[in-house]
């Protein structure tokens, strides 16, 4: 996994509650500073579950996730772009979603209501434009953004939900994503495919079965 343990508070801060080391520290941050909404609609700190721990513990260049429900897997990458975009400088993460609902629902739900929820002495620390309704932009240069397409955008991370999804509903679209958005992101820098299997046809299926053989064959890895 690349090095997560970047960027301090600045030091002019001084309401900042938490310690300065465990707030350098990642994997503390992603369980100690962080909240989401569980199933009922209740504001909860956010913990991570076995399969995104496991995730966030192999995470690479280019990622395939075949998920299931309620792992909670968009939401654990939303929470990891965010703090990136956050506690590294000058990074850009984009969300495409398969519908605007989805998009508008990914950014009130997850994006925004983790940043309004994390505590005032270190979103004090940060100047925010929220002009924009559907993306964050921060004083230290990042900023997070969701959306249907991100074709002339060029982005740090990238996540593409549902793409199983897209294709079987909208091949159009799918191809579009494919051919344009992709094209955001350059070498060295992060993709995250993730989807529900839609049968055993289309992009997402051949993008997964890609990364099986790949996986299988126990080649070393590049970016």
């Given amino acids: 996994m690349k090095n997560k343990t970047s960027r301090q508070l ?4 001084k309401g900042i509650v938490f ?3 465990k707030m350098g520290n990642f994997w503390w941050r992603m369980e100690n500073i962080y909240y989401v909404k569980n199933e009922a609609g209740e504001k909860v700190l956010f913990k991570l579950r076995w399969a995104q721990r496991f995730f966030l513990n192999n995470i690479w260049f280019l990622n395939i996730i075949l998920k299931a429900r309620q792992l909670g897997f968009t939401t654990v990458i939303c929470i990891y772009f965010l703090d990136q975009v956050l506690f590294e400088e000058n990074q850009s993460a984009g969300i495409i979603a398969h519908t605007q609902e989805d998009a508008e629902n990914i950014f009130r739900n997850k994006i925004m209501f983790a940043w309004e929820n994390l505590p005032d002495e270190l979103k004090s620390s940060y100047g925010v434009d929220t002009s924009n ?5 921060f004083n230290n240069g ?4 969701v959306a249907t397409s991100m074709r002339s955008d060029t982005l ?9 999804t897209l294709a079987l509903k909208y091949p159009e679209k799918a191809k579009e994503v494919i051919s344009g958005s992709l094209n955001t992101i350059h070498r060295g820098q992060m993709l995250i495919i993730e989807s529900t299997a839609k049968g055993q046809s289309g992009k997402f299926y051949d993008l997964c079965m890609m990364a099986l053989n790949f996986a299988r064959s126990k080649r070393k890895l590049s970016e």
């Avoid at 600045?10 to 801060?13: I, K, V």
């Fill in 10 to 13: 600045p030091e002019d801060n």
């Fill in 19 to 21: 310690d300065r080391n």
């Fill in 133 to 137: 309704a559907k993306q964050l932009k």
């Fill in 142 to 145: 990042g900023s997070i953004r």
């Fill in 156 to 164: 740090q991370y990238l996540l593409i939900t549902e793409l199983g």
